[in-house]
T-cell receptor, first 115, second 114 residues
């Protein structure tokens, strides 16, 4: 079964550094998402992306964050200047449709640790 | 705006028994989808079961069933014959038309005791 792939699985970075989290969504999916989960807490929506542009973003997704689909397969989340509070698990998800009966397919996540 | 409430931070169940994880939701949309996801300690998010707002029957997937009570706006997950591998965090989520994103509850940590 096709799956969403995220790399790296774990990233450690120093405060103020830029990080890029990478995702390869399922190939025929059209809608892409980033969520984050601070350890043991709820899953928070960051941004959704469709047709090469952001379709929705949360208040968490400020100017420090950006997303890109640089080619036909990768979908990246960039954090320009990381803060300690950015430490979390970041999940990429994709969906073939935007309809209510279409579940999100999640990658295994990237655990970001900011020191 | 949509809201999902899971009032049980943690639940315990004996192996082979059934357990119900509660989920209530709030939305002004008439059409919506409700989902349950499992997150084991390894961290991945696994889709378990889906219920549509217009579905007249409760969804079932193997040992998982969804007790959908539309008037009460509840969508409880029932796991029958619990197994040790069911120990995980469980999230209830909702998707509404044109929103794209899913909204998640805070999750319930289920521990299955041998």
């Amino acid at each position: 079964e096709p799956e969403v792939t995220q790399t790296p699985s774990h990233q450690v970075t120093q405060m103020g550094q830029e990080v890029i989290l990478r995702c390869v969504p399922i190939s025929n999916h059209l809608y892409f998402y980033w969520y984050r989960q601070i350890l043991g807490q709820k899953v928070e929506f960051l941004v959704s992306f469709y047709n090469n542009e952001i379709s929705e973003k949360s208040e968490i997704f400020d100017d420090q964050f950006s997303v890109e689909r640089p080619d036909g397969s990768n979908f990246t989340l960039k954090i320009r200047s990381t803060k300690l509070e950015d430490s979390a698990m970041y999940f990429c998800a994709s969906s073939p449709l935007r309809q209510t009966n279409s579940p999100l397919h999640f990658g295994n996540g990237t655990r970001l640790t900011v020191t | 705006a949509q809201k999902i409430t899971q009032t049980q931070p943690g639940m315990f169940v004996q192996e082979k028994e059934a357990v119900t994880l509660d989920c209530t939701y709030d939305t002004s949309d008439q059409s919506y989808g409700l989902f349950w996801y499992k997150q084991p300690s390894s961290g991945e998010m696994i889709f378990l079961i889906y219920q549509g707002s217009y579905d007249e029957q409760n969804a079932t997937e193997g040992r998982y069933s969804l007790n959908f009570q539309k008037a009460r706006k509840s969508a409880n997950l029932v796991i029958s014959a619990s197994q040790l591998g069911d120990s995980a965090m469980y999230f209830c989520a909702m998707r509404v038309p044109n929103a794209g994103k899913s909204t998640f509850g805070d999750g319930t940590t289920l521990t299955v005791k041998p």
